[in-house]
């Protein structure tokens, strides 16, 4: 009967410690290469992608505000056998950035029964066109054309801010998935030993040296620790779900993750969870000069700054000056040196509007005051919630810190007992209820370990977004 006590206790032990079962170092999978692939392949990380290559396609829109502009006018009118008037004049805009339009054209005109200010037969004109009052430090065109710079760097920073977050999540799946593997392959581990274990004492009891009821311990344990086994096992399915659906391939479609591929045999390094370290007071500094969040609040601030001073120019009167220099035939330059600039060949023309209670524009330029102080606020706000995440998470990181180191005390602790009841086992001190009772502790001490342990690298990870660092 000892022999046999002495045989089950050394079977225990020997798969209880040992390792659940030798991996493959081909089929792992590791945060790093997770991160990796999320960068890589996963939807949102490409949406992110297109969504700045659509600010800078929306900046090329902006930039068309200053295209030259060719066109024409052709006109014709005969009534009555009588030939009105025919008229070709073509035209090109130039825009400049200070609110200025430069313009130069041709006029043909024929017929008998022309407009009298119209010069009959072919002339020419270069001129230009200018804001002495409302646009002349700001327009449209000018107010668009910054935005939209200042929209396309925002959307690199959202496209940051978009992976990091996403980033987070896959971690958050890829923890769960550590955990539930090893709390899987512990208990898996349990019941090949309990099996053995069986058939042990059924063969101790065949032979008179065990009582009947030791077999029914034996199996009641076992039951109990296969029933656990479905439920973990059903948790490491589901926990597998939830990480491959982070998992791209290059082409484009979704990959489920096999259970054949594993965590690391390294996953908890000791020497990891050492080497660890976060600065509280350095990860608050970036966060406030970096974090993508606060910086897309910089980039609203600056396009409404714009917007304040498109606004401003609603409290301006509209004072537009047009010049033409008029030339003979189609050089339009051939009698710049005969005329001065209101001597001769000219033709100008000045229009001058006021709105006279300014309503509209003082509400505008009031209204984008309010924008940009409501951002303000709302932009310390955010800065006052990521530090206060910071140094929760950083909170809970080192708590799980000295956690992990006490449940590793606490776990030696069990085995130990453990192992000591083994030992009375075999001397014929101690029951195999004891034995039981003691194993199904050190397992318990073991998964809340491994759910420290995990909990623990997820929390850094989480420390590092609240940063803004995981991309």
Do not use: C
Not at 206 to 232: H, M, P
Not at 439 to 466: D, G, H
């Amino acid at each position: 009967m000892r022999k046999t006590a002495i045989q089950l206790a050394l079977v225990v032990v020997t798969a209880l410690f040992g390792p659940a079962f030798a991996q493959d170092s081909t089929r792992t999978l590791s945060g790093v290469q997770v991160l990796e692939l999320v960068r890589k392949y996963h939807p949102v990380a490409r949406q992110a992608r297109i969504h700045v290559d659509k600010a800078q396609a929306d900046l090329l829109v902006a930039r068309g505000g200053f295209d030259p502009v060719l066109g024409a006018y052709v006109a014709r009118k005969r009534f009555g056998g009588v030939e009105y008037y025919n008229r070709t004049s073509p035209e090109i805009v130039i825009p400049t950035w200070y609110g200025i339009e430069v313009y130069s054209g041709i006029d043909n005109y024929t017929g008998e029964r022309l407009d009298p200010t119209m010069s009959k037969g072919q002339s020419s004109f270069i001129g230009a066109s200018i804001p002495l009052a409302k646009d002349l430090l700001m327009d449209k065109r000018r107010a668009y054309l910054k935005q939209a710079r200042i929209f396309t760097s925002m959307a690199e920073t959202e496209q940051r801010l978009f992976i990091n977050d996403l980033l987070m999540d896959a971690m958050e799946a890829y923890w769960g998935w550590v955990s539930s593997y090893n709390v899987y392959q512990v208990m898996r581990t349990a019941v090949a030993i309990n099996a053995e274990r069986l058939g042990l004492v059924r063969k101790a009891f065949e032979n008179g040296e065990r009582a009947a009821i030791d077999t029914v311990e034996a199996l009641a344990q076992l039951q109990s620790f296969q029933y656990q086994e479905t439920q973990y096992r059903m948790q490491f399915r589901n926990a597998g779900l939830a990480l491959s659906s982070f998992l791209w391939t290059d082409s484009g479609a979704p990959y489920n993750l096999p259970e054949t591929i594993s965590p690391p045999a390294t996953w908890d390094d000791q020497q990891a969870l050492k080497d660890m370290e976060l600065d509280l007071n350095a990860l608050l500094t970036i966060a406030e000069n970096s974090h993508p969040a606060l910086r897309v609040y910089d980039y609203k601030l600056r396009a409404l700054d714009v917007e304040k001073k498109l606004k401003f120019q609603e409290l301006l009167p509209k004072a537009d000056f047009r010049y033409n220099h008029l030339s003979k035939g189609y050089n339009a330059f051939s009698s710049i040196s005969e005329s001065s600039f209101l001597g001769n060949n000219y033709q100008y023309g000045f229009k001058l509007e006021i709105p006279l209670r300014l309503s509209a524009g003082r509400g505008e330029y009031r209204k984008a005051g309010l924008k940009i102080m409501e951002t303000r606020l709302e932009q310390a706000q955010k800065q006052l919630d990521l530090q206060l995440k910071i140094r929760q998470y950083h909170n809970e990181y080192s708590v799980l810190k000295e956690q992990i180191g006490l449940q590793l005390l606490n776990y030696a602790n069990y085995r130990k007992l453990f192992e000591a009841e083994q030992t009375r086992l075999g001397n014929g001190e101690s029951s195999l209820f004891l034995v039981n009772n003691r194993e199904s502790k050190v397992l318990e001490a073991q998964q809340k370990l491994i759910e420290l342990k995990a909990k623990f690298f997820k929390t850094a990870y989480a420390v590092q977004w609240t940063a803004g660092l995981l991309n």
